[in-house]
């Protein structure tokens, strides 16, 4: 995203000592624009014609000259606000509909500070107020950058979930793990009809799809995104079709989620010293 700093050089002009008239813009390709260059993407009816030399009269009348300044300086204060406005909130309408995201947030940001109950997702950068989140809509969406660790339910409530009218984080619609609550990163948080933060979606291995069988084909012809040379990983191919041959078992993980897949393959490793018949 280009400013105007970055197009009207040097740093928005010149030394109040420089005696060139006006900032020459600059084109990436081209270098600095003469005023006019055919590489200008301004077109003539925007442009200040600014004549054929001093007082030849065949350039625009002074009121002309102006009405394209006033509608410049419009057109900027518009662009500006409204770009301001989409970096704070990260605001992103959808049709006609009211669905904004409201921005980048760790989970300090969403942290409850004290027994006053207020959090830091409302402050100068996202124009909320803290105490009242009256500026929250339902279908707003912030998006969680880091992971909120597991902790008790009650840790979870105190920290994350304080009572109403603030825009807390529904508890019910967070997952249980390991018998503790959390929320990976990276996660959707949308604000429900209730006012709730509700967890929409988040970062986990059970939504992360495995494909066991292209794998171990692609170790197999030795074509694996590997540090192992091809040659290692297809005699690492053959070693493992040996061993379960020994063993009369396969190996082969069956579940189609890494997740799943992690909790078979360790159940597996328990079994290969029965399958290997070591143990009667």
Do not use: C
Not at 161 to 177: A, E, F, M, Q, Y
Not at 228 to 253: P, W
């Amino acid at each position: 995203m280009a400013n105007l700093r970055d197009i009207l050089v040097p740093n928005f002009g010149f030394q109040d000592s420089d005696t060139q008239i006006g900032i020459a813009p600059v084109n990436t390709q081209a270098g600095v624009l003469a005023f006019n260059d055919s590489n200008r993407i301004v077109k003539n009816n925007v442009r200040i014609n600014i004549g054929s030399s001093p007082n030849s009269n065949t350039g625009d009348p002074l009121r002309t000259a102006f009405i394209k300044v006033g509608n410049f300086m419009e057109a900027v204060y518009r662009a500006d606000s409204d770009k301001d406005l989409r970096i704070k909130r990260f605001e992103t309408p959808v049709g006609d509909s009211d669905f904004r995201i409201l921005g980048v947030k760790s989970s300090n940001d969403l942290r409850w500070d004290s027994d006053a109950v207020h959090t830091n997702i409302g402050n100068a950068n996202t124009g909320f107020d803290s105490d009242t989140f009256a500026g929250l809509k339902a279908g707003d969406t912030v998006f969680l950058t880091d992971r909120i660790n597991p902790i008790s339910r009650k840790a979870f409530i105190d920290k994350y979930s304080r009572s109403n009218p603030h825009g807390r984080i529904d508890i019910n619609t967070v997952r249980l793990k390991n018998n503790e609550y959390s929320v990976n990163a990276p996660a959707f948080l949308k604000v429900g009809s209730d006012g709730l933060l509700k967890v929409q979606t988040e970062f986990a291995l059970d939504q992360v799809g495995l494909d066991f069988d292209g794998a171990l084909s692609r170790l197999s012809a030795g074509t694996q995104s590997s540090k192992l040379s091809a040659a290692d990983q297809q005699q690492l191919y053959k070693d493992f079709n040996d061993v379960q041959g020994l063993t009369n078992s396969s190996f082969r993980i069956s579940a189609d989620n890494v997740e799943d897949a992690f909790a078979e393959l360790m159940a597996r490793q328990v079994r290969v010293g029965y399958d290997a018949g070591f143990y009667g």
